[in-house]
């Protein structure tokens, strides 16, 4: 069978998971898809991820590229997978692309969602997937505060000790936060991101508020290169890899 490149779309519940990478001891995203796809193939096969997330991280729309020899047609090489995966990783869609394709090199923005609560009570049903705060933040000050995290800056504030990036330098093109029924939502957009950085913003944005700082104080901590002067790192519950955009996509 002729090889060709393929793409798929990916989405996990992350909370079993000890994130995307294989690791040496540990169940991971990563581990279980190439393990489906050795079955599928009949030999082993290694993928290539838009992101790697971090453990208990979940996603919406994980991108992955693979080389393939299979016969399993295009329109079906998702269904055919999601035979051999377990329950909380799902192939959503996807395809044969180019053969310059790479998930990860080829991506030209990622956005992520941060979920939230206000609730005096944690919610069974919804806890895996959301940070429970005990009460309800000013939603203005959070817009605002995150406002000031769009455009070229550097983030070494808000990247964790194991960030290994050589530079910590980000294009953020939209990041703000919003309603969405009973959830409040925070949504970033960019090139890229640092070793738990939304988590990082998300903890920072949260204790600004809870003091009634603005803007100006969040401009300062970025200004300050300094991870010590960021607020709590947020659970990874509530993060969510919700898309990855190529060329041919466009942000919603």
């Known amino acids: 069978m002729e090889r060709r490149n393929v793409r798929l779309v990916l989405a996990y519940d992350g909370t079993e998971f000890l994130g ?5 001891e540990g169940r991971t995203v990563q581990a279980v898809v190439e393990a489906a796809l050795g079955e599928l193939h009949g030999h082993p096969v290694g993928v290539v991820a838009a992101g790697r997330t971090d453990s208990g991280v979940h996603a919406a729309g994980q991108v992955i590229s ?11 090489f998702h269904h055919a997978l999601n035979g051999l995966l377990p329950h909380d990783v799902r192939a959503l869609r996807g395809g044969r692309v180019g053969d310059e394709f790479n998930a990860r090199y080829s991506a030209r923005a990622r956005v992520y969602k941060y979920y939230l609560r206000a609730e005096e009570v944690e919610c069974p049903t919804t806890r895996r997937y959301c940070w429970s705060l005990r009460k309800p933040p000013d939603l203005r000050r959070l817009i605002s505060l995150s406002a000031a995290v769009v455009g070229t800056h550097d983030f ?8 290994s990036s050589a530079s910590k330098v980000r294009d953020v093109y939209s990041s703000v936060f919003y309603r969405e029924g009973d959830a409040l939502v925070f949504k970033i957009a960019g090139n890229a991101f640092l070793y738990r950085m939304v988590r990082s913003l998300v903890g920072t944005f949260v204790e600004l508020e809870t003091r009634g700082e603005g ?8 200004a300050r290169r300094d991870r010590d002067a960021a607020g709590p790192t947020a659970p990874a519950r509530g993060l969510f890899l919700e898309k990855v955009l190529y060329d041919d996509e466009t942000p919603a």
């Open 156 to 163: 070494t504030t808000f990247a964790a000790s194991g960030d």
């Open 20 to 24: 995307w990478e294989r690791q040496a």
């Open 215 to 222: 803007p100006e104080k969040l401009k300062e901590l970025l």
């Open 66 to 76: 693979f080389s393939s020899d299979s016969p399993v047609p295009d329109d079906r």
